[in-house]
């Protein structure tokens, strides 16, 4: 079991029947509850006299006392689970009940992480962090249970009690997978050393992590004068850098500010070296040639041989596009200030900036005011409607189920079978809320031992800016593309039907938990779909089709540059990660990727890497991005392309990659809905080439059509 997943109990809150009527306003229930100022009193605080219950719906967390008792209860039947997995009297099969074992802890612990992170008051993030420690402490000793372990093993190598199907061994395989990756088979020193490792690995990540932004001093006078006002002057006399000041149109105090921040710093080289070594060393002893064979082990890549067939197949195709895009930026570069030099490192993101804000001459602030987040509600809904059969829902929650007043709640409902969960949207920015938009699962969705099924609960936050009273929250292109994309979240959880809550929804590899999120950014590039979507918030008109056309080649703009950039980043973190031996010198590591996988060469004197902080959270899994982005390209062209509202399309795709979860290897999920050759590393590498190639003809078509 894996700590940080949660299930809670079945909210008492009643499955509440559909809201009535669609004709109060001509934008539908959604637009109009969504784009209204959030009010406390319609939504979920305690009214006189109405019932009252807890945090999403769970009675007994209506006060942070609550907490204590489900740990309490939750280490109860934990440890009854235990003996049942360990006796020889047992009646169920050993996945099954770890799969009991696994709800119990997750209900409480990811509902713990999700309070602890997002609830304003004290008392709650308290008693959260509490249940936290409490549970992760009891993951961890159980991780190293023998005797859960042996007959886990024994299920695994001489079958169960009862007989299994594919997605039974497969949960099976994967439980037995999660112990040996901590070492549980080794004798007792290795299975203590491993422990170190893990341990080691985790503080030296930290500290890297710590100091990847931190602002870098230098003397005044190390500057050319020209460009010292470019920075803060601090009272000792030094300047300050911060960033890599991407913004600005002199091209000497970018490139200053690029050499300054990314110049080497030995602590943080040090710390990276001794990092990638604790892992490295942690993977060799559990049996794994590397770390990154460790992590991407039931990925959909597989290995990191296939991931490097992958990024170098992109590698070969890419350098004569990315060099079209240079010399448009180099014109660019010219066109500012005719004695500049060749295009470098500190140019790509200024210009690309550039381009994208002027190319189609294009008033995004008014454009905004046709995607309120109302209407951008609305089109989801129309659109899952299309594809799923499946309706999004405003639920009245009851007073004390939400954690702060301007959450909401929606039910997701199938036409043809009824309840399929809940999400709650928590979008708006609040004091102490994390920066970050994400998707947490809150229960899994599973088949319970009485034949129904647990439904699953989310919570989608991003952090966008309330609703006025005059205006609704407008959304600019890129958070509506960051709302699509959680949302594919979202619906990877509602959509997933499996029998078990270890492999529900998005609790899947890395690299194919984000194939659903990334192919609703297809959706939301493409101009059938955003004609449906817009509508002025005023007015209730419509853009002109040519300017949504331009505002989807806006996104399209220097795109082989971009794809380059994210597979820069991704053969780095493999380098590190995935080499055996490990690289003696990290900057001369990065010294050959740059020179193998990038056009522009490396600035001397720098070492990008030692801020690149995704090293330490997605260790040897950085390339899920871009193969995320490959295989969402391919469902898109083999499934959306033609008619992105295709019906039976859209429950093809649901029923043989959505539906499964995590309960049969990503590669086979794809490879059995797209076909075996289009899922080979190198087809789709092709993918993502076409695709840049497609992507620079619809710039060029809308450029000729202004
Ligand atoms: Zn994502």
Redesign the pocket.
Known sequence: MRAGRLLASLPKASFRTLTPGRSVTSLGPLAAAFNAKPNGLSNGLAQWGQEKTGLFGIEELSTSEGFYHMKAKCIENASALVREACSDQRTRNVAVIFDDLSDELCRVADLAEFVRLAHPEQAMQEAATDACIAISGLVEELNTHLGIYTALKNSVEKGDLRPETEVDKHVAKLFLQDFQQCGIHLPELGRRQVVELNDQALRLGQSFSARCHAARAVKADFLPPQIRSFFPLERDGSVVVSGQHIDSPDDLAREAAYKIYYSRDGEQEHLLREMLTSRHQLAKLCGYKTFGHRALTNSLAQTPENTELFLKGLADQLSSRVAGDHEHMQQMKKRVNPMAGPLAMWDVPYFSAQARATMFQLDLEKICEYFSLGVAMEGLNELFQSLYGVELVVEKPQAGELWSEDVFKLSVRSQSSGLLGFIYCDFFARASKPHQD??FTIRGGRERADGSYQDPIVVLMLNLPSPGWRSPTLLSPSTLDNLF??M??AMHSMLGRTKYQHVTGTRCSTDF??VP??LMEYFAADPRVLARVNRHYKTGEKLPESTVQMLCATKKIFASTELQAQLFYSAVDQAFHSRDPLPEDTVAALQGVQSEYHTLPHPHGTAYHLRFSHLVGYGARYYSYLMARAVASAIWQHGFQQDPYCGSQGRKYWAECLAHGGGKPSHLLVSDYLGQAVTQPAALAGGLIQEVDAKRMEVERASARR
């Open positions: 994400c998707h994309h959680e594919g979240h938990a984000e999120s990334t």
